[in-house]
């Protein structure tokens, strides 16, 4: 079992960074792919972002590209998104989650994957 909870959300002006952090409680959180998501209101939760479970590789939607940076901390069991040059569409409740396989060995995008998913946090970008 993995749980995790976020934090580091808040309200910044376009242009603007944040940093999301995921801290998970759990032996097997190393052992496990872990990704972004988001869901704005109104609108279904998407992939952002996701690691794998070394941290070596990771995979960004093209929303994110350029602007996200994912990472972790497996000796602190915790995860980050790094968010620069924030747009009003980024705005959105940011989860984190953990992939439901151990040691799948490739990084996956769909959220039916990821069983272990935190209570989000809001993150609202002004113009």
């Known amino acids: 079992q993995v749980q995790l909870i976020e934090s580091g959300g808040g309200l910044v002006q376009a242009g603007g960074s944040l940093r999301l952090s995921c801290a998970a409680s759990?032996?097997?959180?190393?052992?496990?792919?872990m990704g972004w998501f988001r869901q704005a209101p109104g609108k279904e939760r998407e992939f952002v972002a996701a690691?794998?479970?070394?941290?070596?590789?990771?995979y960004y939607a093209n929303s994110a590209k350029g602007r996200f940076t994912i990472s972790r901390d497996n000796a602190k069991s915790t995860g980050y998104l790094q968010m620069n040059t924030l747009k009003p569409e980024d705005t959105a409740v940011y989860y984190c989650?953990?992939?439901?396989?151990?040691?799948?060995?490739?990084?996956?995008?769909?959220?039916?994957?990821?069983?272990?998913w935190g209570q989000g946090t809001q993150v609202t970008v002004s113009s």
């Open positions: 989650a953990a992939d439901r396989t151990e040691r799948r060995g490739f990084i996956v995008t769909f959220d039916s994957a990821y069983d272990y």
């Open positions: 690691i794998s479970e070394s941290g070596i590789y990771t």
């Open positions: 759990g032996h097997t959180f190393s052992d496990r792919v």
